[in-house]
């Protein structure tokens, strides 16, 4: 059976937080590999200086370019109504119905699971995995998880993802700012953003 994870995100833009742990996905629950899937217009978060979905498709492309076992899907940039991630789940079960499907999140996201668009049906088509940064998170995590479980057959792996030192909102400012970005990117994404003039860069 092929097993693929799945990480979403506004990516905007994609960094060293975000490729890490997609590599600690691949690696934990020993994928076949992991997709990165840029979000259109995030429904439960809005984000505001949100680069054009092509460049941040862009940005993952780069970045995954030298990451083994990371690839890249525009599923979520094609479609044309509200990117509910049920149906990302649905199209990938359609695409690969002999699959095991995992869905990564973070903690704040799998504690408001209930508030999601068909959120039942989320359980029915993929393992839930949530990356705890802490044993508080953990503590978080395993508490809402015995909770849902009451109710709902839900499949969940509770992963470890190191914290990361700056959001991306920390980090389109810096470079707004034009301040040091040392580490934080992967490798040509810097120089992409520059070359794009995204997030205020000349």
Same mark, same amino acid.
């Given at each position: @059976?092929?097993?693929?994870?799945?990480?979403?995100?506004?990516?905007?833009?994609?960094?060293?937080?975000?490729?890490?742990?997609? $590599?600690?996905?691949?690696? $934990?629950? *020993?994928?076949?590999?992991?997709?990165?899937?840029?979000?259109? *217009?995030?429904?439960?978060?809005?984000?505001?200086?949100?680069?054009?979905?092509?460049?941040?498709?862009?940005?993952? #492309?780069?970045?995954?370019?030298?990451?083994?076992?990371?690839?890249?899907?525009?599923?979520?940039?094609?479609?044309?109504?509200?990117?509910?991630?049920?149906?990302? &789940? #649905?199209?990938?079960?359609?695409?690969?119905? $002999?699959?095991?499907?995992?869905?990564?999140?973070?903690?704040?996201?799998?504690?408001?699971?209930?508030?999601?668009?068909?959120?039942?049906?989320?359980?029915?088509?993929?393992? @839930?995995?949530?990356?705890?940064?802490?044993?508080?998170? #953990?503590?978080?995590? &395993?508490?809402?998880?015995?909770?849902?479980? $009451?109710?709902?057959?839900?499949?969940?792996?509770?992963?470890?993802?190191?914290?990361?030192?700056? *959001? *991306?909102?920390?980090?389109?400012?810096?470079?707004?700012?034009?301040?040091?970005?040392?580490?934080?990117?992967?490798?040509?994404?810097?120089?992409?953003?520059?070359?794009?003039?995204?997030?205020?860069?000349?």
């Amino acid at each position: @059976m092929t097993n693929i994870g799945l990480l979403g995100g506004t990516f905007n833009p994609i960094h060293m937080g975000h490729l890490t742990l997609a $590599q600690n996905f691949l690696a $934990q629950l *020993s994928l076949d590999e992991v997709v990165l899937i840029p979000d259109k *217009s995030p429904v439960h978060k809005p984000e505001l200086d949100l680069a054009p979905g092509e460049d941040r498709l862009t940005m993952c #492309e780069i970045a995954a370019a030298g990451a083994p076992g990371i690839t890249v899907d525009d599923v979520e940039l094609r479609r044309k109504e509200k990117s509910y991630t049920v149906l990302t &789940l #649905e199209d990938y079960r359609r695409r690969h119905p $002999q699959a095991q499907l995992y869905f990564l999140m973070g903690t704040d996201m799998f504690l408001t699971l209930e508030g999601w668009h068909q959120y039942e049906r989320l359980f029915q088509l993929a393992v @839930m995995c949530v990356g705890a940064r802490d044993s508080g998170e #953990e503590t978080l995590i &395993l508490d809402a998880l015995k909770r849902y479980r $009451q109710y709902y057959p839900i499949r969940a792996e509770v992963l470890r993802a190191p914290p990361f030192p700056v *959001s *991306s909102t920390q980090l389109r400012e810096r470079l707004r700012r034009g301040e040091t970005t040392e580490g934080l990117l992967p490798p040509g994404v810097k120089e992409y953003i520059e070359r794009r003039g995204l997030y205020g860069t000349k």
